[in-house]
């Protein structure tokens, strides 16, 4: 692989600079900045205003509506939005759900999802954890019942993101008991209007609200809503979840991040002078900043094997999401640690999308919301104990 960029690379670097500043609504870019919580509305304006430009689902190929970028210009989008205060972009469409319905749904679903994931018109959640079953998700419990043309959908789902914004979710669930657990599982779209859906919200210790608990009771979904084969769902889940842990990498979160705390560690002080100039700091800054290099490179690879159309695998894929997760948590220690005692406590204004503050101030006091969101990253998505005996059993052979 070339580490170094071509001329059109650079040039396609520069359009996606050009086009941000261009069109990043200044609102949005200051709540990025600021640290502010990001509400559906906010969010759903900058990815329509990507999907107008065909930007919005840039992982997709040209035949399925996406831009066909290479691996290396969606790492170049990706780095930069993250410099450029961009919100992130949310994957359950565009990086999730999206790939297996071009890949494995019918024509009728191809028509009447895709358009709406590429152009940020509906947004999607993830029906996977349950209370009984997190990393062993295999074991889960909420039944779809045959009645003919459709299903009856009963059970609980659980820490399902924005459940409260969503248009519709893709949802594991259990169709048959007989054979190994994997074998009855099967993959449906659900429309959240559907009757007999309850959403609980799950509240955060910092004060927002993202995960939720969904309650269905005797939810009817048709048949049609079904993806690919009755009882293949644990297949076509497996292959989302790849998506879903180099998603988990974070390369954007993480550069964001990095760029801030250079910024928090130049202009806070210590006795007088700056934070910078602390060895010890100034050490562990440059260690994950070359953690997060070699990272991007592996990304990169990861990338690549996707724009190919094959998957990732996954050990990479499994790897990529352990180091992504530690990084992003590294970075929010030292941001925390940059912050200092006036960093300390949460401030509730932060979540919920108040406050006036300028950029430094507003780093110091969303340390530690930051943090703590980041303890859940090596947890969700398959916690990085899982990762690492998924490498050891697929990459290993142990």
């Given at each position: ?5 071509t001329?059109?690379e650079?040039?396609f ?10 069109n990043l609504?200044?609102d949005i870019?200051?709540r ?11 969010s ?6 990507l999907g107008?430009?065909g ?8 035949s ?7 691996a ?6 990706e780095?930069?939005s993250?410099?450029?205060n961009c919100?992130?972009i949310?994957p359950?469409?565009?990086r999730?759900?999206g790939?297996v319905i071009y ?5 009728a ?5 895709l ?17 009984q079953?997190g ?9 779809a019942?045959d009645h003919?043309?459709h299903?009856?959908?009963?059970g609980q789902?659980i820490?399902?993101?924005y459940?409260?914004h ?7 669930v259990?169709?048959g008991?007989?054979?190994r ?7 449906l779209?659900?429309?959240?209007k ?13 004060g927002t ?10 939810v009817?979904?048709p048949?049609?809503n079904?993806?690919g084969?009755?009882?293949?769902g644990?297949?076509?889940a497996?292959?989302?979840l ?5 998603e988990?990498?974070?390369?954007g ?8 705390l250079?910024?928090m560690?130049?202009e806070?002080e210590?006795?007088g002078r700056?934070?910078?100039e602390?060895?010890l700091?100034?050490?562990r ?18 990338l690549s ?6 998957s990732?695998g ?5 790897a ?9 948590q ?11 005692a006036?960093?300390q406590?949460?401030d ?7 406050g006036?503050?300028?950029p430094i101030t ?6 530690p919301?930051?943090y703590f969101?980041?303890?859940a990253?090596?947890?969700y ?13 697929q990459?290993?052979?142990?």
């Amino acid at each position: 692989m070339e580490l170094a960029f071509t001329a059109e690379e650079r040039a396609f670097a520069d359009e996606v600079r050009q086009f941000i500043a261009e069109n990043l609504p200044k609102d949005i870019s200051r709540r990025v900045e600021h640290d502010l919580h990001m509400e559906r509305e906010d969010s759903m304006r900058w990815q329509q205003i990507l999907g107008r430009r065909g930007w919005h689902a840039y992982t997709w190929p040209v035949s399925q509506g996406g831009p066909g970028w290479s691996a290396t210009q969606r790492y170049l989008f990706e780095v930069i939005s993250g410099e450029m205060n961009c919100p992130t972009i949310q994957p359950f469409g565009p990086r999730m759900v999206g790939p297996v319905i071009y890949n494995f749904g019918t024509e009728a679903q191809k028509a009447q999802h895709l358009p709406g994931i590429r152009d940020s018109t509906v947004w999607w959640c993830q029906g996977y954890s349950e209370p009984q079953s997190g990393s062993d998700l295999a074991s889960l419990a909420t039944r779809a019942d045959d009645h003919g043309d459709h299903y009856l959908v009963n059970g609980q789902k659980i820490w399902t993101s924005y459940a409260h914004h969503a248009d519709w979710m893709f949802c594991l669930v259990r169709t048959g008991r007989e054979g190994r657990k994997q074998e009855g599982i099967s993959f449906l779209l659900i429309d959240m209007k559907t009757p007999g859906i309850e959403i609980q919200p799950i509240p955060m210790l910092e004060g927002t609200h993202s995960f939720n608990a969904v309650f269905f009771t005797d939810v009817k979904v048709p048949k049609a809503n079904l993806v690919g084969e009755e009882g293949r769902g644990w297949s076509y889940a497996k292959f989302l979840l790849e998506h879903e842990r180099v998603e988990n990498s974070n390369i954007g979160f993480s550069t964001f991040a990095l760029r801030r705390l250079h910024r928090m560690v130049r202009e806070l002080e210590e006795g007088g002078r700056p934070l910078i100039e602390r060895p010890l700091l100034r050490a562990r800054i440059a260690k994950v900043q070359a953690q997060l290099k070699a990272l991007e490179m592996n990304t990169l690879r990861a990338l690549s094997s996707m724009g190919s159309g094959s998957s990732p695998g996954a050990g990479l894929a499994s790897a990529l999401k352990i180091r992504g997760t530690e990084i992003g948590q590294q970075l929010t220690e030292l941001l925390a640690q940059a912050a200092g005692a006036q960093g300390q406590r949460l401030d509730p204004a932060l979540a919920h999308g108040e406050g006036d503050l300028d950029p430094i101030t507003a780093s110091v006091r969303g340390a530690p919301a930051n943090y703590f969101w980041r303890r859940a990253m090596s947890i969700y998505g398959g916690s990085n104990e899982i990762q690492r005996n998924i490498i050891a059993k697929q990459v290993l052979g142990l």
